[in-house]
């Protein structure tokens, strides 16, 4: 396997951002390549047959060896490069914590993207329309998995215990997209007190700052009111989003 893997990402996904910061932190070996997902390059068949049939990104590349779905990314990079045991766990009980913590996101606190997609990239890919039942649904999943997040984090300092682990960085970019987009009122924000303490604490870390550059641009521009062109569905548009929800009424096309 070559020593320099291929990080095909894009800097508007937390996922994508969480593999990237962590690529950064542990100094693993890494091409950097972009795929504009706001074209919908990544929705051809080719790229599909190539890299992922979800037509998602984060996609890492290791000589033949493809593999998606970012925590699986983050998982084999942390094998491989044999990245400090704080990322992944040194014992089976870390380890399965950390798991844990993943397993929990990818069904509760990621679904809450939908508050962010929303009320800031609908608008620039179907035009003006209510979408505020969607924002509210994401809205909801999001004080839900706040509710348990301030539950962990008022035990230990970060969410798997008293080091950083993967699981900071996968929960930390969902805040960065929801800050950045202005998804979460202070109001908000000031009931869950512990939850914004470690958001404000890993938002310092010089790597989350690096990664998080473009999606800070994206807010605002998004908050000046200007429409930024994208043809792009996303996994939440795909029917992929929130709990139940099936589709409202929102137009989204499947070729
Ligand atoms: N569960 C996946 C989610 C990946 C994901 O949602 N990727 C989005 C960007 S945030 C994507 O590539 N969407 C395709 C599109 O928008 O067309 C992971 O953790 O890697």
Same mark, same amino acid.
């Given at each position: 396997?070559?020593?320099?893997?291929? /990080?095909?990402?894009?800097?508007?996904?937390?996922?994508?951002?969480?593999?990237?910061?962590?690529?950064?932190?542990?100094?693993? *070996? !890494?091409?950097?390549?972009?795929? %504009?997902?706001?074209?919908?390059?990544? $929705?051809?068949?080719?790229?599909?047959?190539?890299?992922?049939?979800?037509?998602?990104? +984060?996609?890492?590349? %290791?000589? %033949?060896?493809?593999?998606?779905?970012?925590?699986?990314?983050?998982?084999? #990079?942390?094998?491989?490069?044999?990245? +400090?045991?704080?990322?992944?766990?040194?014992?089976?009980?870390?380890?399965?914590?950390?798991?844990?913590?993943?397993?929990?996101?990818?069904?509760?606190?990621?679904?809450?993207?939908?508050?962010?997609? /929303?009320?800031?990239?609908?608008?620039?890919?179907?035009?003006?329309?209510?979408?505020?039942?969607?924002?509210?649904?994401?809205?909801?999943? #999001?004080?839900?998995?706040?509710?348990? #997040?301030?539950?962990?984090?008022?035990?230990?300092?970060?969410?798997?215990?008293? $080091?950083?682990?993967?699981?900071?960085?996968?929960?930390?970019?969902?805040?960065?997209?929801?800050?950045?987009? /202005?998804?979460? +009122?202070?109001?908000?924000?000031?009931?869950? *007190?512990?939850?914004?303490?470690?958001?404000?604490?890993?938002? $310092?870390?010089?790597?989350?700052?690096?990664?998080?550059?473009?999606?800070?641009?994206?807010? $605002?521009?998004?908050?000046?009111?200007?429409?930024? *062109?994208?043809?792009?569905?996303?996994?939440?548009?795909?029917?992929?989003?929130?709990?139940?929800?099936?589709?409202?009424?929102?137009?989204? !096309?499947?070729?």
């Amino acid at each position: 396997m070559s020593s320099i893997v291929r /990080y095909l990402h894009h800097p508007a996904s937390q996922p994508c951002r969480a593999v990237h910061q962590f690529l950064l932190e542990a100094d693993i *070996p !890494f091409i950097e390549e972009i795929v %504009d997902i706001m074209s919908g390059i990544n $929705e051809r068949k080719e790229f599909k047959d190539q890299y992922n049939p979800t037509g998602q990104v +984060p996609i890492l590349i %290791d000589d %033949d060896f493809v593999v998606w779905e970012s925590a699986a990314i983050a998982f084999y #990079l942390n094998e491989k490069f044999k990245a +400090p045991s704080n990322w992944f766990g040194d014992t089976a009980q870390q380890r399965a914590i950390i798991q844990q913590y993943l397993h929990w996101h990818s069904t509760t606190l990621r679904r809450g993207a939908g508050a962010f997609f /929303y009320s800031n990239f609908a608008e620039c890919i179907w035009g003006p329309q209510d979408y505020s039942k969607e924002i509210e649904k994401g809205r909801h999943v #999001l004080r839900e998995s706040m509710e348990i #997040l301030e539950g962990w984090l008022s035990k230990t300092p970060y969410v798997c215990g008293n $080091e950083i682990s993967f699981a900071d960085l996968q929960g930390f970019h969902e805040f960065v997209s929801h800050h950045a987009g /202005y998804v979460i +009122p202070d109001d908000e924000w000031a009931k869950f *007190p512990t939850v914004k303490a470690w958001f404000d604490k890993l938002s $310092e870390r010089p790597h989350a700052k690096t990664v998080s550059t473009t999606i800070k641009k994206v807010g $605002e521009i998004r908050k000046a009111g200007e429409i930024i *062109p994208m043809t792009r569905r996303t996994s939440l548009a795909k029917g992929t989003e929130v709990i139940g929800s099936g589709n409202l009424g929102i137009p989204y !096309f499947n070729s």
